[in-house]
């Protein structure tokens, strides 16, 4: 069933000593369809239940990382505040989060959270943190803290939350403590083409105009999906611009020898998901890490792995910050290549 | 498009004007959703030769709706949906509904919003209204209808809106002063506009002339697929011809004919079914592409728009 393991706190900073059990490399969502790396939108629908055991079960994936991604969470708001920010208009689009996740998540995990609506007034239980909150749904001064900060701190992954206005999106309000490079603080705000201006050859393929048009009409309670990936040295939720002093340096650290142990593939399982009440765009962006070391134990997703590397064209090795350690990562995937 | 529809039950059926017809929905199963201010739904109507779909906007409070409440006018070029509703629906009736979308929803950033109905164009800001109050927005409603065929829920309007509640009924003779209402709007006023055509280019037209930036002008008008003359849809990937009559839209006869086209608003209005031409001349009655993208003459909108030649052959 639920592979959480509630005891131990793993670190994605300092020592590392984050891992994957068994179970959990199996159920990674390895992101790649063919061998020949190529760029699509490659959106789907999130029907829901998903394949069971997989992370497409459930609106909100829980797994054995939630209390160390939850841990994670806290110590990075405690360094930045500025990692959660809702715009005065988002707040009933943060009350329309707080109804998704809290009514999803204790129908998916009855053993982990439970909730009781009487009326207006909600009372909340989230076991593995233990909490215990009651509240007036809506009523934002009845919170411990803000309602996208109270709830955002109870789930993996970061949330986005767009607003919608004449058919486009704004990222008006958000919590994210474990980005691939992007910063809460400078794109809030921001329309959907702007936010994604650094994205390079997508442009000239009209690839966000068919976007855009999409994600504007996702309709009520038929939320989609995509995977976007990336690599990341060392098992690092937090690469955010603002922390690039302690993790840029990171990735000159790589040598032939280990990485293995040091390259992680960094997979977002990204769903959009439409509020009821506000008409905003929820974006959950839940980020999976796998060593490379782990990866290769299914010989298929090594093969696979070693071919896209290879094929990867130049500007995306660059966007994504692969540079300098990206011919030994290729160099070393080749062994589980048998056509080499 | 029969995929996630909701049940719904007739709870009650009301004349709230002359030509103008209130249904109340309740839910057949589960509890209908909340929705956001200014949203719509597509209404499923199983005539006797052909399944209207129209598009409604929802009246009722979004923020926990115990029934969804919608209003028809009576078209007086009905190709057969408000028809539909005015004489075949009845109390008890179950219908099918589309889940909530919203094309029309507040700029809740806005300093100011200035609500401009034009008759059945009230219904989106029965909506709205609620949720302004909650939030305690800066608004004002201004109404104008035809009291021999329009003007439902003035009354309580009046009643619920006080001061910001102002009424123009052109059968007694009373005229809105689109220009004095547009110079009054301080910076950051936000202008909606729901109703006929012809309300919405002259306040487009007025705001242009007076230059409010057209960020700050929205308007939504279900443009309902008007007759034409019949012509032939050809189907690029299957070879398949499919005839339109008439009184049939491109996407109806595409539908009758099994083909699926994306499709959301079936107005004119969401660029969902955006189709590219591939031979033949279309004619443009959409409000979503620009003047550019229609002079090109390589894609259609098949909800509202047919064609000039005789024949269309879309990459469908």
Redo the contacts between chains.
């Keep these: 069933m639920l592979r959480v393991a509630p005891t131990k706190l793993e670190t994605f900073r300092d020592d590392f000593t984050y891992s994957n059990s068994r179970e959990a490399i199996e159920r990674f969502p390895f992101p790649f369809p063919e061998d020949e790396y190529s760029y699509s939108v490659n959106i789907e629908p999130h029907t829901l239940p998903g394949a069971a055991g997989s992370v497409n079960e459930h609106l909100f994936d829980i797994d054995e990382h939630y209390l160390s991604e939850m841990a994670e969470r806290a110590q990075v708001l405690k360094e930045n505040p500025k990692r959660c920010l809702a715009m005065p208009h988002m707040e009933l689009a943060c009350w329309d989060f707080i109804d998704r996740a809290m009514t999803t998540m204790a129908a998916d995990y009855p053993d982990y959270f439970s909730l009781q609506k009487n009326g207006e007034q909600w009372h909340w239980q989230n076991k593995l943190l233990q909490l215990d909150d009651t509240f007036t749904f809506g009523d934002s001064s009845t919170l411990p803290c803000p309602p996208l900060e109270y709830m955002g701190r109870q789930v993996q992954g970061d949330i986005a939350l767009l607003d919608q206005r004449d058919g486009d999106l704004f990222l008006d309000a958000g919590i994210v403590t474990c980005p691939a490079d992007w910063s809460l603080a400078f794109d809030a705000g921001m329309s959907f083409k702007e936010w994604h201006g650094p994205v390079p050859m997508a442009h000239e393929m009209g690839v966000f105009e068919r976007a855009l048009k999409y994600l504007t009409a996702i309709p009520l309670g038929r939320p989609v999906r995509r995977l976007n990936w990336t690599l990341t040295v060392n098992a690092r939720m937090d690469t955010s611009p603002e922390t690039y002093p302690m993790w840029g340096v990171e990735n000159r650290s790589v040598t032939a020898e280990n990485v293995g142990e040091k390259v992680y593939l960094r997979v977002e399982l990204q769903v959009l998901d439409r509020m009821a009440r506000s008409n905003a765009l929820m974006f959950s962006i839940r980020t999976y890490l796998i060593s490379m070391n782990d990866l290769v134990t299914n010989k298929d997703w090594a093969r696979r792995m070693h071919r896209v590397m290879k094929t990867l064209p130049e500007p995306l090795i660059e966007y994504k910050g692969l540079t300098h350690y990206h011919p030994l990562l290729v160099d070393w995937l080749a062994q589980y290549d048998p056509a080499n | 498009m029969s995929e996630?529809l909701i049940e719904v039950r007739v709870a009650s059926v009301a004349d709230v004007a002359p030509k103008i017809r209130e249904f109340r929905f309740t839910p057949v199963a589960e509890a209908l959703?909340?929705?956001?201010p200014?949203?719509h739904v597509v209404v499923e109507m199983p005539g006797a030769g052909k399944t209207y779909r129209n598009a409604y906007s929802l009246m009722s409070d979004?923020?926990n709706p115990e029934n969804y409440g919608i209003a028809v006018r009576l078209q007086d070029e009905s190709r057969g949906g408000s028809v539909f509703m005015h004489t075949q629906v009845k109390e008890g009736d179950v219908l099918r509904i589309?889940?909530?979308?919203?094309l029309f929803?507040p700029?809740?950033?806005a300093k100011k919003h200035i609500l401009l109905a034009g008759g059945v164009g009230i219904t989106p800001f029965m909506s709205y209204l609620p949720?302004m109050q909650r939030r305690g927005a800066d608004y004002e409603l201004h109404y104008l209808f035809r009291s021999e065929q329009t003007g439902a829920y003035r009354d309580e309007l009046k009643k619920a809106l006080g001061e910001r509640f102002f009424s123009y009924d052109s059968d007694a003779g009373e005229k809105c002063d689109v220009r004095a209402l547009l110079a009054q709007g301080a910076p950051g006023t936000h202008i909606y506009i729901c109703g006929p055509e012809s309300l919405i280019h002259a306040v487009k037209a007025e705001a242009e002339a007076m230059g409010v930036p057209a960020?700050f002008i929205?308007y939504e008008e279900f443009a309902a697929p008007k007759p034409g003359k019949p012509f032939t849809v050809k189907v690029a990937s299957s070879g398949q011809e499919v005839a339109v009559s008439a009184d049939d839209s491109m996407l109806e006869a595409l539908e009758a004919a099994g083909v699926e086209v994306t499709n959301?608003c079936r107005g004119g209005v969401?660029?969902?079914c955006v189709t590219r031409v591939l031979e033949g001349t279309p004619e443009h009655r959409d409000d979503f592409l620009s003047a550019a993208e229609k002079s090109r003459n390589d894609c259609v909108m098949p909800c509202v728009s047919r064609a000039v030649t005789d024949s269309l052959t879309l990459d469908l």
Excluded: D, I, V
Aim: glycine share 16%.
């Design positions: 996630g959703p909340p929705f956001s200014g949203a979004p923020f589309t889940p909530p979308a919203n929803a700029h809740w950033a949720e960020g929205h959301m969401c660029g969902q």
